[in-house]
């Protein structure tokens, strides 16, 4: 088969591996594991082996089944996602969800059902949802993917049984992408990516890396010379969207750490001098207001994509400076 786990995802394989030998899996699944743990690749390895003939613990990748799941053509399993991207899941997608539910197996087996972002479902599309999972019908398999639990309604939360991604350490990281990718990292870009591996894996294949020490280089330069890079800044921030502006959280939380004498547990961690040298020049109670600023306005942006970025962002840096 084509899909693969990634080492991080054994320990949650095993115990599912355990409830389908012995026949105890739940009707609904709530996989609460962020983007960039490759969730993704572990729900389709839990339905390669439930939708596989041989009805054991791996799926055989041989048999009719496997091959119609490998051309992306198999009858019984069906993903659900935002018609549009970045959209909602509509209800008239989810009710077309309780149809196939109903409906009987094509090879006498399992059908599955996964809805990925399932935060992305409208209320009424959760309540239609609902009574489905309320009665669930006989060998009906539902996955919802999420990047946290509490992003969905009690009522769901309560029907499906909840598994969370285990911490995966900065060795692990490190240790998969020398292996896979040939890549040296540093622990500054594991912390900076919370962790995420196959984030982590995008931060430098994406160059994002260098991406990030110019955003910083800009607003390094921003807030010390005045109007000479507030346009660098912006067009930065405006090209990267909400990943730059959480990179400039981190630092300016990391100039706080600094200033209150706080040597450890900065994000920036490969970015020292940068950062006493800014934590020395920009009064604390400046760095404290536009940290709390900049977060609102992340908020603000994230809730109404439409509004004016380059504006909102200039006004932001421009009380950042003093003008």
């Known amino acids: 088969m084509a899909t693969k786990l990634y080492p991080w995802q054994q320990g949650v394989w095993q115990q599912w591996q355990q409830l389908i030998a012995t026949d105890r899996l739940p009707h609904a699944i709530l996989c609460a594991m962020p983007d960039g743990t490759g969730r993704d690749a572990l729900v389709q390895y839990f339905s390669d082996t439930l939708l596989c003939l041989t009805q054991g613990t791996e799926p055989c990748g041989f048999c009719h089944s496997c091959g119609l799941v490998e051309s992306g053509n198999h009858p019984d399993l069906h993903w659900i996602k935002p018609e549009i991207e970045g959209k909602s899941i509509s209800v008239d997608q989810i009710r077309q969800c309780n149809s196939w539910a109903l409906e009987s197996s094509q090879f006498n087996a399992k059908r599955m059902i996964i809805i990925e972002p399932a935060e992305k479902m409208t209320e009424s599309a959760a309540n239609a949802l609902l009574k489905t999972l309320e009665a669930p019908p006989k060998n009906c398999q539902f996955v919802l993917l999420a990047n946290s639990a509490h992003h969905l309604l009690p009522t769901i939360r309560s029907r499906c049984q909840v598994w969370l991604q285990p911490v995966i350490s900065a060795e692990v990281i490190a240790e998969w992408l020398a292996e896979t990718e040939k890549l040296t990292i540093s622990p500054q870009s594991i912390v900076l990516n919370n962790y995420l591996p196959l984030a982590v894996k995008s931060f430098y294949q994406d160059k994002k890396q ?114």
């Open 210 to 323: 260098a991406s990030h020490q110019q955003l910083l280089a800009h607003f390094s330069a921003c807030v010390s010379s005045s109007f000479c890079a507030t346009s660098d800044v912006v067009k930065s921030l405006v090209k990267l969207e909400d990943e730059g502006l959480c990179w400039l959280s981190y630092l300016l939380s990391d100039i706080q750490k600094r200033q209150l004498g706080v040597v450890i547990g900065w994000v920036h961690c490969d970015e020292q001098e940068s950062i006493e040298r800014l934590a020395k020049s920009i009064p604390t109670n400046i760095v404290y207001k536009q940290y709390l600023s900049l977060n609102e306005l992340r908020q603000q942006l994230n809730a109404h994509p439409g509004l004016n970025k380059e504006l909102l962002l200039t006004q932001w840096l421009f009380e950042f400076i003093g003008e």
